[in-house]
């Protein structure tokens, strides 16, 4: 009996560590839902490589690119001034709230608080499809 309990108290901790470790894990993005997301931002951004910027940079190869640099767009002073690179977490800051990551940036826009929808958003601009 005593190796009985043993092996489900032993089980029990092993199902506890495994729920916590999954609870802990940040999001994964699901660049469907990403998509749909993105359909807030498609105003003011592209992501197609040969469009035109509009209201805002276009954002086709985003992931990995130094913020402020993408061509033909004139950035406000501010963003030229922060030297980021757009890594999962800086966009996930930045989806966040803008202008707490970028204070001064020209881009109005309150943010995106849900965090399975900022995920689903950057795996979408990892490979956008128009």
Same mark, same amino acid.
């Given at each position: 009996?005593?190796?009985?309990?043993? /092996?489900? @108290? =032993?089980?029990?901790? $092993?199902?506890? !560590?495994?729920?916590?470790?999954?609870? +802990? &894990?940040?999001? #994964?993005?699901?660049?469907?839902?990403?998509?749909?997301?993105?359909?807030?931002?498609?105003?003011?951004?592209?992501?197609?490589?040969?469009?035109?910027?509009?209201?805002?940079?276009?954002? /086709?190869? @985003? =992931?990995?690119?130094? $913020?402020?640099? !993408?061509?033909?767009?004139?950035?406000? +002073? &501010?963003?030229? #001034?922060?030297?980021?690179?757009?890594?999962?977490?800086?966009?996930?800051?930045?989806?966040?709230?803008?202008?707490?990551?970028?204070?001064?940036?020209?881009?109005?826009?309150?943010?995106?608080?849900?965090?399975?929808?900022?995920? $689903?958003?950057? !795996?979408?601009?990892?490979?956008?499809?128009?």
């Amino acid at each position: 009996m005593a190796k009985f309990t043993s /092996a489900l @108290v =032993v089980v029990g901790l $092993a199902a506890s !560590a495994l729920a916590s470790a999954a609870m +802990a &894990a940040p999001p #994964k993005g699901d660049p469907v839902l990403g998509k749909k997301v993105f359909m807030r931002c498609i105003a003011c951004h592209a992501v197609t490589p040969s469009a035109a910027a509009k209201m805002g940079p276009n954002l /086709a190869g @985003v =992931v990995g690119r130094k $913020a402020g640099a !993408a061509p033909n767009f004139k950035y406000s +002073a &501010a963003m030229k #001034k922060a030297n980021l690179k757009w890594d999962e977490a800086t966009l996930d800051k930045w989806l966040t709230k803008p202008s707490t990551l970028v204070p001064g940036t020209s881009m109005a826009f309150a943010g995106v608080p849900n965090p399975d929808e900022r995920a $689903a958003v950057i !795996a979408y601009m990892k490979k956008p499809t128009p």
